[in-house]
């Protein structure tokens, strides 16, 4: 059973750099896209982006100057940081693996961006 | 204001049947697929359904979900209290080039 689970500090200073890390236990990250979520205090959900096993990744265009998503696969770890975080980037910070890529979920070579195992959240503060 | 819309709220007795709409363009639900998540209060997301219809093993087949055109539908059959939650839908926007999430349908259970 695959488990995610999210690590990192709760309190971040304005302007300062957020990181978190993601480990993965229960298989192995290869050949599956690994995505960070947020969910801001009393709002909706909100996609950061993902990382490839491969490495390649895609960010959320309204975050993408400030996110950068890694990949250890020696630790099966995946990791975000976000720069220059403001008191809007107050939130609950999720890990989610991509619905794998095979033939009980896609329809030819159209697959789904569905995460379906969630980390527990992590809920990280800005503040001075 | 989210890419996707959805109602704020809806409610429903138990046993009752509620839907809950997602409303997009042709860039996101117009031509991609849907998915839904239930959030209960405290815990992560949970995938109820993918691909507009398609429910994740050991999900029960009192929700169900359908697209039609740029705009789709959860149905949840025969309520039960622990149906309260939030729901979100959500899917790829091609103009975007990401994820985009509904604001979230807050389901009350009367």
């Known amino acids: 059973q695959v488990q995610l689970h999210e690590s990192g500090p709760g309190l971040v200073k304005p302007s300062e750099t957020l990181s978190l890390t993601c480990t993965v236990s229960?298989?192995?990250?290869?050949?599956?896209?690994w995505n960070w979520i947020r969910q801001p205090p009393g709002k909706g959900l909100e996609w950061i982006g993902y990382i490839y096993y491969s490495g390649s990744t895609n960010y959320n265009p309204t975050l993408n100057s400030r996110v950068t998503i890694s990949l250890d696969t020696s630790k099966n770890q995946f990791s975000l940081k976000l720069s220059s975080v403001t008191a809007a980037d107050t939130a609950v910070y999720y890990c989610a693996r991509r619905l794998p890529r095979t033939p009980q979920y896609c329809s030819g070579r159209s697959c789904p961006l569905a995460f379906d195992i969630w980390g527990q959240g992590t809920m990280v503060t800005v503040s001075s | 204001q989210s890419v996707l819309t959805q109602p704020p709220s809806a409610s429903g007795t138990p046993g009752q049947s509620v839907t809950i709409s997602c409303s997009g363009s042709?860039?996101?639900?117009?031509?991609?697929?849907v998915n839904w998540y239930q959030k209960l209060p405290g815990t992560a997301p949970k995938l109820l359904i993918y691909?507009?219809?398609q429910r994740p093993s050991g999900v029960p087949d009192r929700f169900s979900g359908s697209k039609s055109g740029t705009s789709a539908s959860l149905a949840i059959s025969g309520l039960q209290s622990e149906d309260e939650a939030d729901y979100y839908c959500?899917?790829?926007?091609?103009?975007?080039?990401?994820?985009?999430f509904g604001g979230g349908t807050k389901l009350t259970v009367l």
């Open positions: 042709s860039f996101n639900i117009g031509s991609n697929t």
């Open positions: 691909s507009n219809n």
């Open positions: 959500a899917a790829w926007d091609d103009i975007l080039n990401g994820v985009v």
């Open positions: 229960g298989g192995s990250i290869s050949s599956y896209y």
